[in-house]
Structures are given as C-alpha cells and as structure tokens.
C-alpha cells in the first residue's frame, strides 16, 4: 500500500458530521471541563493528550515548539511517550525536515498512514510496542495563533483499529485549538509575571535609593517593607504613626516621608513630647502672646503655625498630657489654632506625623490617651523594626559607620577578624542608635589600627549593663499588633485607679536606676509622665 503525506486545508476546529456522537462528544466535553479547573499550563495540556490516547485511540502525543534558535522543533508535551528515548536523540528536529516540520513550516495537516514506508517521516519520536497490530499511521495538525503555526501537535495511531483519519484529523484540531489557548494563557501570565518581576525590582532599587537618600541603611526584608509602606502612604495627606523601639530611626522615616511629599518645599518641624516639660509644651506647640505668662515678652508662634503648608513631626506622642491632647484633637478637626493668651483662631494647613515607643493601645485603655485623637492620628501605622529583625543589616550598618568615622576622624581603623561576626551576634536593645555609639567609641578608643574581639567584648560587655524595660513589653504585641488591627477595649472601662500595691515596685525601679525617673520609668514600662503621676497619688517623694 503506497503511503503518503497529505497536506490537508487548515480549517476552523469545527465538529465534523461524521464523528462518532456520543465517544467524540465525550472527548470534547472532558476537555472542556479541565479548562474550568484551576489552571495550570502543563498538568492540563498533558490531561488533553492523555484523553486523546484514552478516548480515541490517539497515541503517544506530543506538542513541539520552535526552539531559541528557531531551527529546531523540540517536544515540550507529551504521553505515552518514554522520556528516555526523548533524551536519547529524539527530543529535538530539524524545522525543516520530517512531517512535524513540514507541517509548522507550511501551517498545513500532515497525515502518514504508514510511517514505515514514508521517505519523508522521521522515526526519532516514534514508539513501537505490541500495542501496534497493523501499520502505524502519523497526524499532525498545527497549533496556530491569528493564523500563523506556533506549535504542532501530533500522534499516533494502529491503522488496524480502523476509524476514519478525517474524524481525527479534526479532533486533533478541536484539541491543538484548546491547547493554544492554554499555551496563550501561559504565555501571557510569564510575561506578566516577568513584567511584575521588573517592576518589583525597579520599585525595591527604587526605595533603596529614596532611603539611602534620608541616612536609612540596609536591605533587610524587614526595613524595605516599612520603606515601602513609607514611600505609598508619602503623597497623600494621611496621617502617619511610627511605631518601634527607641533608636529604630523614627525621625529618619519621617523626614523621608515629608521629603517624598508635595509639601517637600515647605517647613519640616519636628518636637519631641517627652523632651519638653508639660508647662512649656503647650505654649512650644500653639504658641502665645504677650504677656501671657511671665516672661512672655513676646507674642510667638508655636510649631503648628511653624509648619504652615508643611509637615508637623510630634515624636513620642504617648507623653503629650491629656489636656493637651484634647487641644490639638481639636486643631487637627478644624484646622485652627488658639494661641495661649489670645482669643483669636488662626488658620493653618499642616499634616501630622507622629511617632511612640510606647503602647498606646494601654494608654488609651487606661484612659491616658484619647482614643478619638489616637485615631484621628493613626490612620496609617508604619511599625519600624528593631535591628535584631533585620537580617543582614547590622554588617551594612557597621561597614556605613566604620567608613564614616574613618573620615570623620581621619583615621584608617579596620576590624578584626571575629569583630564584626560578634558584632551581629548581639542583641541590640538600643538598636541603631546603640550600634552607631558602640563603633565610635571604639574607633575613637581603639589601640592601634584594628578594634579587636578583645576591645569589642568589653564594650558589650558595658553595654549589656543597661536594661531597657521597653524590650519587656513584647515588641511584637507592643507594635506589630497595633499596625495590624488596632485592637482596643472599647467596651466600658472605669478609670484604672493607682493602687497602693504598686509603691513597693516604683520604690524598687528608682532605687534600681539611683532615684533617675526616667530609667525607673522604663523598667516599668511607662512615661515619665505616668510615673510622677504615680508618685504623686503614693506620695512617694523624689531623691
């Protein structure tokens, strides 16, 4: 019997009249229905060729695409075919020999009905096993794309099983036009995940850059999130919360953010809350006239007005009094402020950054912040990992300080070996701020040019004399927890009273850090503020 390659008409994948109804109908539907799972590209083109082996007798299938090259056609898909014997030589043809090749060149429909006496057939990709009754016949039909051939999908078939070769000719097209789909899919979703992949990077050099640009250091997971958040929430006019330990670099984060806002050419002011006694703090923020007070020999503005068209930083919030809060919960409502002394509302346009060390969920829950102002200013939390979070960063940051001080100094200081590896080892309580003293006291100290592990060891050694009580707070319940979901108690509370049970623990912490308020404070893990209030209810007198 002569055999031949037929080079069918391409035509649309259409079920033919003379299909088998119910086993080809069959076929289509189970098709159709992987396209409705979840898709994943190979699992469900390999699915489609294994139903044309099961339900038609289509065998050893496989898809082939052009190689890089674009000489070579190489099987990407396959069943029922040995993946040895693709490795061995047969994995890859000639796009310009054999049926599979004719039929990606030409776009057209090969069909051999006996490969063994086809000149033109290559018997690469071919398997023989007792499956194989009488001659095995070859089809191939194209896999197109607006027309043009991207791939070819082809199989086998046991000519003794009979079954018109047209009926497969256009199954095999109803399937070659489902697995373009599939492979468009794919296509697609690489090239978007390649795009996302660019523009990730972009954005994270992006950031990097901005930060570098405002003195924040590193490239820790942990602090290019926190960069990120910053560098979305910078254009807009919401209010920004910083949240983390001391030494964290709040202040850092909050000139980048007003530097990256629209209001970068006008006034940055910063105060700290806890800097200022509270008899000063409201006269700093909303300023007074004269006479207003003794020694107010002026009228002067306050920081609010200061930042007209500008930013206002108010660090360490947790420590604004009460009464004070209440004042500018109201200047931030009406966007006026009242001087001390004056009865006359001045106009002023400002944002408001803040920033705490503290929980001021507790605060608020025992009534010691106003928890209308503590959402009218925490509208978007950043919390700003400790340097114990950030893998990687301390290396980067003692590298940034050693360069920095060599210059300052005009030193050629290097560390020894060990130095830096002990260096990341320790905990950092004080974190960035800490490790910048901890470098210049070594460079400033150091015997020679190198800091050894010796010298190294005696200054953690020093350091790990000072406990900060705020670690015992549970940073993760303190801030993480806040940025999240801002969980208050918002049922009803009575004011939680000063018990007397609590004198003996305030006697301790003072007596623990030498009658220093301040340090008793933190061991117990409240403001300044909060303690004297405390001593002032116990009557327990300062040192």
Not at 141 to 158: C, S, T, Y
Not at 256 to 277: G, L, T, V
């Amino acid at each position: 019997m002569s055999c031949r390659v037929h080079d069918l008409p391409v035509i649309p994948p259409t079920i033919n009249a003379d299909l088998h109804p119910q086993g080809d109908l069959q076929l289509i539907l189970e098709m159709a229905k992987l396209l409705e799972k979840r898709l994943d590209p190979e699992r469900t083109i390999i699915a489609i060729l294994r139903l044309l082996s099961q339900l038609r007798g289509l065998n050893s299938s496989r898809v082939s695409v052009p190689d890089r090259s674009g000489i070579y056609l190489k099987v990407r898909y396959s069943y029922g075919l040995e993946r040895d014997h693709l490795k061995a030589g047969g994995y890859t043809v000639p796009l310009n020999q054999g049926v599979t090749g004719h039929v990606m060149r030409t776009g057209t429909t090969g069909l051999v009905t006996d490969i063994q006496t086809e000149p033109l057939y290559l018997t690469r990709i071919t398997a023989w096993d007792d499956r194989y009754i009488g001659p095995i016949a070859f089809l191939a039909v194209p896999i197109l794309e607006e027309g043009r051939p991207i791939a070819v999908l082809a199989a086998q078939k046991d000519s003794a099983h009979g079954g018109r070769f047209d009926d497969d000719l256009t199954l095999l097209r109803i399937a070659a036009a489902t697995i373009g789909q599939v492979m468009r899919i794919e296509q697609f979703v690489s090239q978007r995940t390649a795009q996302l992949v660019t523009e990730n990077q972009q954005l994270w050099q992006s950031v990097q850059q901005n930060a570098l640009a405002h003195g924040v250091i590193g490239e820790s997971a942990a602090l290019l999130e926190a960069l990120k958040q910053a560098g979305q929430v910078a254009r807009s006019e919401a209010p920004v919360m910083l949240l983390g330990e001391s030494g964290t670099g709040k202040e850092k984060f909050a000139r980048m953010i007003h530097q990256q806002s629209e209001r970068r050419e006008r006034p940055f002011i910063c105060i700290n809350c806890a800097a200022i006694p509270a008899t000063l703090l409201e006269s700093e923020l909303f300023g007074h006239e004269k006479g207003s007070f003794t020694g107010a020999d002026a009228a002067q503005k306050g920081k609010i007005e200061a930042a007209a068209g500008g930013t206002l930083f108010l660090d360490e919030i947790g420590d604004m009094p009460l009464e004070l809060q209440a004042k500018l919960l109201r200047v931030l409502q009406e966007r006026q402020v009242q001087r001390v002394g004056s009865s006359r509302l001045i106009p002023v346009d400002f944002r408001v950054l803040t920033a705490t060390n503290v929980n001021l969920r507790k605060l608020v829950n025992e009534r010691l912040f106003r928890l209308d102002l503590f959402y009218r200013l925490s509208v978007v939390p950043i919390y700003l990992p400790p340097l114990r979070e950030r893998n990687g960063d301390i290396k980067i940051l003692v590298l940034h300080f050693l360069n920095e001080l060599n210059h300052r100094y005009e030193r050629n200081v290097v560390l020894e070996k060990g130095v830096l590896r002990r260096l990341e080892s320790f905990d950092w309580p004080g974190n960035i701020r800490q490790l910048q003293n901890v470098m210049e006291r070594a460079v400033v100290m150091v015997d020679g040019t190198a800091v050894t592990i010796t010298q190294i060891e005696r200054i953690l050694c020093d350091e790990s004399t000072v406990h900060l009580h705020g670690r015992g707070m549970q940073v993760n319940d303190t801030y993480a927890d806040q940025a999240a979901n801002h969980n208050l108690d918002l049922g009803p509370r009575r004011y939680l009273k000063v018990q007397p049970t609590q004198s003996q623990a305030i006697l301790e912490a003072l007596r623990g850090s030498g009658g220093n308020q301040s340090a008793a404070a933190r061991r117990l893990g409240m403001t300044t503020r909060q303690l004297r209030y405390r001593m002032e209810k116990l009557g327990i007198e300062a040192a």
